[in-house]
Every structure is written in structure tokens, then in C-alpha cells.
């Protein structure tokens, strides 16, 4: 009785969810040949397995379904075959160890192609991912040229998308493991859309859809948690094209250097609320000069401008209630107030006076970003308000009075 072939690799396919039979190739006639003579498969049978494999894998074929498809097709022969089915017990077990070890090998071969193949997609596409993300990043005519690419990656950039900048603690780097622990975190969750990370300038970068601001909270948490302690995140203002991914990498990057300067220690930053500092650093030259005329005397006070400049940033930052000014600097009420006092006296403009208030905090903003007073302030016009604006370091002692009893406040 003739064996058919063709029935075995349909019941095979079908146990496999309904595999192309293709994906066997000569495997049933090889090990039908292999039974026959005693021999096991030969190298360039193993070959064509192994490209078999590499088939699968490029056309996205689950490895379980594939080796699924390669053991029933091996047992339904067996149950077939003439050794077996009309053999001595010793034609019967040396039949099936035959099956047996050519479905190992036959099993093996294509696995292998299967991840090499598989391993070598996966490079491809990490290539492509990289050079959609640097061409976004770089914006202009090369932003344009990959918007087909993009879409193909699942970045459907007519949506709002944002990007996210982590920087890593100090003697960290990004590694690979992390990236995929990040994409891992991402896929499937509120909001991800093909997230696209990668590496640049020794930064994390992801670029997700952020429809919502739900969506972009959701992101941030769980990049957050997954990066730890020591990290330090900063998300761009969602935007739609390939032109916003760029802005919104850029307004992440300015706001992780902004987070430097301004000594923050949040894990994850929203570029939006430092909008106002980078409203000052856009004219440096002005705002050198407002610190200089609006703050520059406290540099006079002994003991220096810091003090009384930290109390100043305090007092806005509480929305000007001195008891909670006091609890945040570690002071009594009374020497913050001594504090507040002491600046009216050499400003000769009042901090508690709302009419006052919005250009002293503007100068005291200024101040925080520029550095000043540890950082000498570089005037347009050196010389003449300059000298003022710089701290005095050698001028340290109590004003005439002292200061409150128990506080170590400044003049």
C-alpha cells in the first residue's frame, strides 16, 4: 500500500491552526527514505529545513505552531508506515527511533534557522526604527522623507505625539536590556501606539502617541518605573507631524538642562511647567540686567545674596504665606519675616507688596536659572551695574540687631 504523503501533512497543518504545508518542504519523503535505509538526514536535507525555518520567520509564523506542524507530521507517519504497520517488533522500534531522530534533527535545523532569521529581522528592523527616530529628530527635509517609513513602524504622526527625554544617574548609561524592559512596559498599554525608543547623546528617548493627558501620564509612569531611582525624565509638549516630534524633543532636552540648572530632583519633569524659564533665557542679556537692577544690592547683605535670595524663592514658590516659607527653609516664622524685612530695607522695594511682587519674582527666577549669585552675572554693558550684582563673600558677620534668636537667617 502506497503511503500517502500528501494526507499525513494535511492532518499535520492541521493540528498546527492550518500552517501551509510548504513550510515542510521534503520532510516526509526524507524521513520516509531515511526509515527505508537505516540513515539519519542528511546535511543538506537539515539545510533546507533550517530555510524552511528562516521562512517562518519572516512571515511571522508562532515557532510553537511550527514545530507543532514538524512533530505531527513525524508522528502521523509513523503511524503509517509499512515498518510499522505490518513490521516485527524489531522493524517497529528501529522504525521509530529512525522517525524519532530524524524529528529531533529535522526539529533542531529549523529552529535554528527560524532564530537566526528571526534575530537578523529583529537587527533590520531596529535599524529602521533608528533611522526614522534620527531623521524625526533631525526635522526639516529628512523628517519628511520617512513619514511612509514611520507609518510603517505604527507611528502615525497626523496624531499627537510627545516625546520623552530620561537621562541616566551619573556613571549609568542606557543599555539594550533596558530599552526592551521599557518597550515591554509600554506595549499594550493606555496610550503607547508603537512607542519608538532608542538611544541618543547617551539619552533615552521614547516617542509615543499622546492623544490625551491621560495618556501621557500613563507613559511617564510606568518609563518611571521602570527606569528607578536616580533617573530623571522629561516630556515634550504633545504636537501633531513629523515637525512636532521634533519640537517636542527639544523642548524634553531643554527641560532635563533646565532641571540641572535649577538643582530639580523630580523624577519626571512636563516641559510645560518650565515654560516661563525658557521665556527668560530667550533674551539673557535682559534678564542679567533685571537681576542686576532689581536684585543686585542684596549682594551687599552680610553673609552674601544666597540667604535672602533663597528665602525671596521660597515666599513665591508658597504663594507668599510665611509659615509655609519658614517650614520649607527649616526657620521660624519670625526670621523669615526678619528676612523679608531685611530685603525691603536694601531694595528699597517691599516682597509682600503685590504690586512689587511679579518683577521681583521674575528677577528672582532669572537669578535661579542664571546661577546668580554663585555665577557672576555677563551684563551687555559690563562695568557699571556689574560690580553690584556680585556677591560679596568677604563680608560675613550680623547686622546691627541680630538676627532673631535660634535662626541662622542672614541680614
Do not use: K
Amino acid at each position: 500500500m502506497e503511503l500517502d504523503l500528501d494526507a499525513v501533512a494535511a492532518g499535520a497543518a492541521s493540528d498546527a491552526g492550518g500552517l501551509d504545508i510548504a513550510l515542510l518542504g521534503d520532510f516526509l519523503p526524507s524521513v520516509v527514505d531515511a526509515v527505508r535505509s537505516g540513515r539519519r538526514l542528511r546535511r543538506a536535507e537539515l539545510e533546507r529545513y533550517a530555510e524552511r525555518g528562516a521562512a517562518a520567520a519572516q512571515a511571522g509564523v508562532a515557532p510553537r505552531a511550527l514545530i507543532d506542524l514538524y512533530m505531527s507530521a513525524s508522528w502521523r507517519l509513523w503511524e503509517v508506515l509499512p515498518q510499522v504497520r505490518d513490521g516485527s517488533a524489531d522493524r517497529v522500534r528501529a522504525a521509530g527511533l529512525t522517525v524519532l531522530r530524524a524529528a529531533d534533527d529535522g526539529v533542531a535545523a529549523l529552529v535554528e534557522g527560524f532564530q537566526l532569521a528571526r534575530n537578523d529581522l529583529a537587527r533590520r528592523q531596529e535599524a529602521e526604527r533608528r533611522e526614522v527616530l534620527e531623521a524625526l529628530l533631525a526635522g526639516g527635509v529628512r523628517a519628511a522623507s520617512v513619514l511612509g517609513r514611520a507609518a510603517d513602524i505604527g507611528l502615525l504622526l497626523p496624531s499627537p505625539h510627545a516625546v520623552l527625554v530620561a537621562r541616566p544617574p551619573e556613571g549609568s548609561s542606557v543599555s539594550a536590556a533596558l530599552l526592551g524592559q521599557v518597550e515591554r512596559a509600554l506595549t499594550g498599554r493606555h496610550g503607547d501606539a508603537s512607542p519608538l525608543l532608542s538611544v541618543r547623546d547617551e539619552l533615552l528617548v521614547c516617542v509615543f502617541a499622546a492623544p490625551d493627558a491621560a495618556a501621557v501620564g500613563e507613559v511617564t509612569g510606568r518609563v518611571s518605573g521602570v527606569l528607578g531611582p536616580g533617573w530623571q525624565a522629561a516630556v515634550g509638549r504633545a504636537l501633531v507631524g513629523a515637525e512636532g516630534v521634533r519640537v517636542s524633543y527639544e523642548q524634553a532636552r531643554d527641560t532635563l538642562d533646565l532641571a540641572v540648572r535649577l538643582e530639580l530632583d523630580s523624577p519626571v519633569i512636563d516641559g510645560s511647567e518650565l515654560a516661563v524659564y525658557r521665556v527668560l533665557l530667550r533674551d539673557q542679556d535682559a534678564i542679567a540686567e533685571l537681576i542686576a537692577t532689581v536684585l543686585g544690592p542684596l549682594a551687599g547683605a552680610r553673609g552674601g545674596a544666597r540667604p535672602l535670595l533663597e528665602t525671596l524663592d521660597a515666599y513665591y514658590a508658597t504663594g507668599a504665606v510665611a509659615t509655609e516659607t519658614a517650614r520649607r527653609l527649616h526657620l521660624s516664622v519670625r526670621a523669615v519675616t526678619y528676612r523679608l524685612d531685611r530685603v525691603r530695607q536694601l531694595l528699597g522695594r517691599d516682597p509682600t507688596d503685590p504690586d512689587a511682587r511679579f518683577t521681583m519674582q521674575a528677577a528672582v527666577l532669572g537669578a535661579r536659572l542664571l546661577g546668580w549669585p554663585d555665577v557672576p552675572l555677563a551684563l551687555p554693558t559690563p562695568g557699571n551695574v556689574g560690580a553690584s550684582a556680585r556677591p560679596s563673600a568677604d563680608v560675613v558677620g550680623r547686622a546691627p540687631g541680630g538676627d532673631p534668636a535660634g535662626d541662622a537667617s542672614t541680614p
